[in-house]
């Protein structure tokens, strides 16, 4: 066994999942690019964990570099099937999804490839992935958070481990990154020593991503000029954050379930207007208020900035001073914050009014803070999958159909939905004017959308689409939950 596996293999990542892993028959997938680290990643782990963990590789073919990035897919199989590894591979639509989403192209791809993994482990082909994040990562994108602005949970940067809620409600970590304490140039050394080649990655030389001007300008820069060793201590801050953190995150959680009681909306209902946050919960030091103030705008959709904060924190219950949030408004009152949702100033029916859209993750959960609700997302199979009825909470969608994407957003005008059973689409209107609903409910009233087509509504029938998916051995399941549940 090499030296720098040696170390590896005595090091906690490797040590747990081997605890965790030895004997299972499913497969420790790894991410492999091509590029130097994650080649190092998987020699590495195979080295380390042997014949006592099973292995296996996955890979993302983003198309963005043409012909190279068919390259890279034939030297990732070429590599695994030298090793005597399955590979599972995808291949993913990056610029279209950075369009849709109005994100970069690096933003995208590591959504995609986040998608991909989670969907690997939910499905079964592999109890969880490794990546190949290293210190020279970490420091990175440490520097990156300063340089943009950043709290303490910020200054965390690469998390060692990513949870995931799976479909049959656990919490599990899916996602595991043990070379956080390796530098690039370790593993470049070792790949040199045992004689394995890689791919470089030509975008990587690309000055017009941030990321690249802080490696190969700023950064040598730094270790020129200030500190030869500036990326093992922006490191070592990144390992600090992450201890404070978790020593101040229950916290902000025992105050947070201390007011939610207070709270005036009720679950599968839209904001009713106001969020109290008791006074008592702010008898504590400044950075606690100020956790537990960012939590709050949490919970609202809202990111607040130091300054807004701060603001808040000035507000005197005997001045008839407010702070704007940009939809919502902040008063002082004398026994709670109030978070008030300012009203628009038309009555339109129309829910352009405040509209709201969001990509759901495949699988995954997001809390939406205008619907008060959490939307989780499931691949089930014959086993977990049970007929649609009518008002159901939840959804099927053909689990083909939603891999392109499945959009939550309210509804809008000329919005149709065709239900099973049918002669053909009905008006949303004309279903939410059946329902009976005020003014304020139907201005925020989820629909789903799959392929440009809604595949449910709160309340509505069963779609087509659910009706095909309900046949289909595999789909993917949209449920909408009160918090208490998720």
């Known amino acids: 066994m090499s030296q720098l596996a040696a170390r590896l293999a005595a090091a906690a990542p490797l040590q747990r999942l081997r605890a965790e892993c030895a004997g299972e028959r499913l497969a420790v997938g790894v991410a492999v690019s091509g590029g130097a680290d994650s080649v190092a990643l998987v020699r590495l782990t195979a080295e ?58 690096e933003a995208a791809a590591r959504e995609l490839r986040r998608e991909f993994f989670e969907r690997l482990v939910a499905e079964g082909k592999v109890q969880r992935i490794l990546t190949a994040h290293t210190l020279d990562d970490q420091a990175e994108t440490v520097l990156l958070r300063l340089i943009r602005g950043t ?24 996602i595991l990154r043990p070379l956080l304490a390796v530098r690039r140039s370790e593993l470049r050394a070792y790949l040199q020593a045992i004689g394995q080649s890689w791919r470089e990655d030509s975008s990587n030389l690309d000055h017009s991503f941030t990321r690249n001007r802080v490696r190969h300008e700023l950064m040598p820069l730094l270790e020129e000029r200030f500190n030869p060793e500036v990326k ?123 509209p709201f859209e969001y990509a759901l993750p495949v699988p995954g959960e997001l809390v939406v803070a205008e619907t008060r609700t959490i939307f989780r997302v499931e691949v089930v199979s014959d086993d977990g999958k049970k007929p649609v009825p009518a008002g159901a909470p939840w959804c099927l969608i053909p689990l083909e159909a939603a891999e392109k994407g499945i959009i939550l957003r309210n509804w809008r005008t000329g919005d149709r939905f065709h239900a099973a059973f049918s002669k053909g689409p009905k008006k949303v209107k004309e279903l939410l004017q059946t329902m009976h609903l005020s003014a304020e409910l139907k201005t925020a009233w989820p629909v789903i959308l799959c392929g440009g087509e809604i595949v449910w509504g709160r309340g509505f029938p069963p779609s087509a689409a659910c009706l095909s998916a309900e046949s289909a051995k595999c789909a993917v399941k949209v449920s909408e939950l009160p918090r208490s549940e998720a």
């Open 48 to 105: 380390c964990l042997g014949k006592r963990v099973p292995l296996a590789v996955v890979h993302v073919n983003h198309g963005l570099r043409a012909e190279e990035s068919e390259q890279d897919e034939a030297f990732v199989r070429a590599l695994a099937a030298e090793l005597g590894l399955e590979c599972y591979g995808e291949r993913a639509d990056t610029q279209t999804r950075a369009k849709a989403d109005g994100k970069g192209i």
């Open 151 to 174: 709290g303490t949970s910020g200054l965390r940067g690469i998390h060692s481990e990513l949870t995931t809620s799976f479909p049959d409600g656990s919490l599990r970590a899916a």
């Open 232 to 354: 093992v201590r922006l490191a070592e801050l990144a390992e600090i954050a992450a201890e404070e953190e978790r020593w101040i995150a229950p916290q902000v959680a025992v105050r947070w379930r201390g007011q939610s009681a207070h709270t005036t909306s009720e679950p599968h209902r839209p904001p009713t207007g106001t969020l109290e946050l008791p006074v008592a919960e702010l008898a504590v030091p400044r950075a606690l208020q100020r956790r537990v103030l960012r939590q709050a705008g949490k919970e609202l959709g809202l990111t607040l900035s130091l300054a807004k904060i701060d603001r808040i924190l000035a507000l005197s219950p005997d001045s008839p001073a407010t702070v704007d949030l940009g939809g919502w408004q902040v008063k002082l009152w004398s026994d709670a914050l109030r978070f008030v949702r300012q009203r628009p100033s038309s009555n339109r029916e129309n829910s352009a009014d405040s």
